[in-house]
């Protein structure tokens, strides 16, 4: 079966634009989590979507949003980029209840120059 | 707030050789621990999923085990190979399937 899918892979912005990045979890999957992975920082929780609602939120700026869809598919919006915006963004996704674990998607390469 | 703590952080071993990665958690209201592995530049794989009300799971060479009353839970990894070399995190969830906490992880490298 598919795994999650994170479109693109790779990504060059520059300071000031803004970027949309997109998740497809796993078929039957409800519940989508984005996370920011940075040499400084690990990987930091952004926010978790179920059935379209926002359930969870960590402690990012209101630059960067997520919404998802009636497909269970998720994009995050991250605006007026940064250059410490630079990082991997990944995505995971999970059935709901029962809870059966996370899948991770390979992840999107964001570089802010 | 819930802390994760992985020691060590890096790890170099002969290939064959029996290892324990080691993680810890200040907050015990947890609901299951996760253990995934990394490779440079990729995304995470799942290795283990151990719920609150479980004290170890089992896959292959890999054991896992979670005491929640003293905060820690150890990856065994048997007869380690080349193939193994990753970064190994540990991770938390308080809230049963929606946020994760995790820790910096183990690097670890198995020499031929």
């Not at chain 2, 380690?80 to 193994?84: E, K, L, T």
């Given at each position: 079966k598919a795994g999650v899918t994170q479109t693109p892979r790779y990504l060059i912005k520059t300071r000031g634009q803004q970027v949309t990045l997109s998740c497809s979890p796993i078929s039957g999957h409800r519940s989508v989590s984005w996370y920011q992975q940075t040499p400084g920082q690990g990987l930091q929780f952004l926010f978790e979507y179920f059935s379209e609602t926002q359930r969870n939120k960590g402690n990012f700026p209101g630059r960067f949003s997520g919404r998802q869809f009636s497909n269970s598919r998720s994009e995050m919006n991250v605006s007026t980029l940064e250059l410490g915006d630079s990082a991997l963004y990944l995505c995971a996704s999970s059935f709901g209840q029962p809870f059966y674990g996370y899948t991770f998607g390979s992840g999107t390469r964001l570089t802010v120059v | 707030k819930q802390e994760v703590t992985q020691i060590p952080a890096a790890l170099s071993v002969p290939e064959g050789e029996n290892l324990v990665l080691n993680c810890s958690f200040t907050d015990s209201a947890i609901y299951n621990l996760q253990w995934f592995r990394q490779d440079p530049g990729k995304g995470l794989t799942s290795l283990l999923l151990i719920q609150s009300s479980q004290r170890e799971q089992t896959s292959g060479r890999l054991n896992a085990s979670l005491d929640k009353s003293s905060g820690r839970s150890t990856l065994y990894i048997a007869a380690?190979?080349?193939?193994?070399s990753a970064t190994y995190l540990c991770a938390v969830d308080e809230t049963s399937g929606s946020r994760l906490t995790f820790g910096e992880g183990t690097q670890l490298t198995v020499n031929p």
């Open positions: - | 380690s190979q080349p193939g193994d």
